[in-house]
């Protein structure tokens, strides 16, 4: 009786987590969930597609919220609207700058040279710390410097 009474205020408090971080202030950083995502040139799905991302894991930042569509800015500056349920709050980095960026065994540029990356790589994002960030790509793990990365810092 008493599971009874109460399932549905579990319930709602359950759901209510996840709307809240879909809330949150703007700027903010997310990256692309799916592997298709349309961005539009307004919220709503009558709008016209602009740009079509095939990349999961693409970190963008979130400047506006409108009703279940959040504008974006991709990488490259493009602005527009997407579903919000296909963003993901997960943090993520593409490389960006000239020539191959340096992943290293810890966070310095002593620290043990392990791979070199080049520009447009995208991988999940971990702390980053003194001008120093760590990145998983794929099953590649190890610190890049920061100003080699979009989507690390103050977005």
Same mark, same amino acid.
């Given at each position: ?8 205020? =579990?319930?709602?408090?359950?759901? *209510? *987590? &996840? ?14 969930? *799916? ?19 095939? =990349?999961? #894991? =693409? ?15 991709? &990488?490259? %500056? ?7 349920? +296909? ?11 000239? #020539? =191959? *960026?340096? +992943? ?8 043990? +040279? ?8 995208? #991988? ?6 003194? #001008? ?20 690390? %810092?103050?977005?």
């Amino acid at each position: 009786m008493f599971v009874r009474l109460f399932m549905p205020f =579990l319930l709602l408090a359950g759901l *209510a *987590a &996840p709307l809240q971080a879909q809330d949150r202030e703007t700027p903010y950083w997310a990256t692309i969930r *799916a592997s298709v995502l349309n961005m539009r040139v307004g919220p709503s799905a009558d709008y016209k597609i602009d740009w079509v991302y095939r =990349l999961p #894991g =693409l970190p963008v930042k979130v400047l506006r919220l409108m009703e279940g569509w959040r504008l974006i800015e991709d &990488p490259d %500056g493009a602005q527009g609207w997407v579903v919000a349920r +296909l963003l993901s709050p997960d943090r993520g980095a593409i490389v960006i700058g000239d #020539g =191959l *960026a340096e +992943l290293r065994d810890g966070p310095s540029h002593d620290a043990m +040279l392990k791979w070199r990356v080049e520009p447009g790589v995208v #991988g999940a994002l971990g702390g980053c710390d003194d #001008g120093w960030c760590e990145l998983r790509i794929d099953d590649y793990r190890g610190y890049i410097a920061q100003n080699r990365l979009w989507g690390a %810092g103050e977005p």
